[in-house]
Structures are given as C-alpha cells and as structure tokens.
C-alpha cells in the first residue's frame, strides 16, 4: 500500500478509536516506519509502505503513546530520546525551560531534579552555556536514557542518582528547576494511555503534592540566600502551592501555552 492510502485507513481506525490527532499520529508512524521525517513521507504518498507500520498502528491502536513507538519526542526544538522509562517530555514544560532560561543569574549552578529524559536539563545547559547544570533522579533507567541524550546533544551536564536534594550540601546550590510527579493517583480525569504506559514514579505522588512539599522544605536547604526555586505543578494545585511557599520571597505563578497556572517560581529568603 503507498503512504496516501496507509495514513488514510490508519488515521480513520485511530479516529474510530478516539484517538486525538489520528491522523498526525498516523504519519509520525508511516514515517518511522519508513525511516524518514514526517515532511518526507508527506512529500512522497506514492512511497510504498513496510509492513512495520501496520505493528506501530496496532500498538497504537492500543493506545501506546507515539513517542513509545517511534523511540523519540521534540522538546524546544531539539528530539529526545524517550523509552517507557521515562516521562514523555510535554509542551506545557516549556513553559518551566523558557522561565528558567530567562531568570536564572549568570554562571549559577543548577540542579533539575527528576530529570527524566534529561530534557529540561539538557535544553537549559544547550542554551545557557554559562550555567553549571547538574541532573538528578531516583530512576537509575532514567539515568541511563538522559545519559543518551546527553550524549546525542553533547551537552555539558552531570548526572546523579538522588532522592529528591538528600545529597545535596547546605547552601550549595543557586537555582533548582524540576517538574516533579504531581499526579494524584486518584485523579481519573489521567488519560488512559498515560497511566498504563507512562513510569508511574515519574507521574504520581500522594495526593498530587507531597513531591511538591519535600522539593520546596529541601531546596529551602540546599539554595544559597536569594537563589531561585521553580517548578511545575498540575491543574486545582495553585493555591496549595502557593501556602507551601509561604516564606519565600517574590513568588509568582506563570501560566502555560494553554492558559492554566503552572509554573511555580520564588526566591530563597
Ligand atoms: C514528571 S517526571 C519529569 C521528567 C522530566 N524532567 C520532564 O519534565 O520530562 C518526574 C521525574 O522525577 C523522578 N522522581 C520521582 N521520585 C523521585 C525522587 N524521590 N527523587 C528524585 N527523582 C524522583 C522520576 O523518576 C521522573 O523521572
């Protein structure tokens, strides 16, 4: 079958399945299929389609995130790395990159804790070379996979296991960025592929905010006077957020691409 008629069929079985973007989604997966950019296969529907294509679709079909089967997702312009051992990497989170660029004070040493894919990191240190960047997480798994992006991107960023700041030396460090798991287990507005395919470590904590509330006690700690704390929370978490970070000095809460508060940013008293 060529590639017209392939997305054709595969976006109207995506679509008849509730799938959002069906028809995005079926050209991300004839083009991985094909090993060619998505603008390629588009340019070319007379292609002949490999029989791959059809495995992609079915796992999509049973509702596997794109960025599980064609290995990769675009974060601020750059492709990452991603496998099932670590977060998707989400547009909203651009929101958290392009606030820290901006704020964070020349030559700081940062620390993005909860790394993931290395994501916010690895874009922070490619586009602010003075910064010192260090990225953290628990997830040995994800270690590894933010090590390859690490490397795919040659950028210059240290990788450590670590329990959320527990190793971290008093007043040692000038900013801390993260996007820490924010999801309430008993939140079922969760879409269905997210919670069976995504790490549940990178998604859930207790009621939404207990992360939240040990980033903010331990940064408080290892922040030097006057650094900066931001990071991202999830939907109806404003407020509480803001009474955890009571104390703090200039808090703001910014909004993301889709209008809903969603990164946290204050300063260390
Ligand atoms: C929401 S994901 C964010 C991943 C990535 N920073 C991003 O924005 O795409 C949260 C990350 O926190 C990590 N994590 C969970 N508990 C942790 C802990 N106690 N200490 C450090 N990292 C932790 C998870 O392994 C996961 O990679």
């Known amino acids: 079958m060529n590639v017209r008629d392939w997305i054709a069929i595969a976006a109207k079985e995506l679509e008849s399945q509730g799938v959002e973007s069906a028809k995005l989604d079926a050209t991300l997966l004839v083009a991985h299929a094909l090993n060619k950019t998505k603008i390629e ?90 910064l010192q960047v260090i990225a953290s997480d628990l997830s040995k798994g994800a ?37 820490p798991p924010y999801v309430d287990p008993n939140d079922l507005r969760l879409d269905e592929g997210v919670r069976r395919f995504e790490p549940s470590a990178a998604l859930f904590a207790e009621t939404g905010t207990t992360f939240i509330a040990r980033l903010i006690l331990e940064s408080r700690m290892a922040l030097v006077k006057n650094g900066l704390l931001l990071f991202e929370f999830g939907e109806g978490q404003s407020d509480e957020v803001r009474t955890l970070l009571r104390g703090w000095n200039s808090i703001e809460i910014i909004k993301d691409l889709f209008g809903r508060d969603r990164v946290a940013i204050a300063s260390k008293p």
């Open 41 to 130: 296969a588009i340019a070319h529907p007379e292609w002949t389609v490999p029989s791959k294509a059809d495995e992609y679709l079915k796992r999509r079909l049973n509702r596997e995130p794109v960025a599980y089967i064609i290995g990769k997702k675009e974060f601020f312009g750059r492709d990452f790395i991603v496998d099932k051992r670590v977060l998707i990497p989400r547009p909203e989170t651009e929101t958290l990159v392009a606030e820290a660029i901006s704020r964070i004070p020349a030559g700081s040493k940062v620390i993005d804790v909860g790394t993931g894919s290395g994501a916010i990191a690895i874009t922070l240190e490619m586009e602010r070379r003075d």
């Open 143 to 179: 270690l590894e996979v933010a090590s390859q992006n690490r490397t795919k991107h040659q950028a210059n960023v240290s990788l450590i296991c670590m329990d959320c700041l527990k190793a971290t030396r008093p007043q040692s460090i000038d900013a801390i960025v993260s996007n």
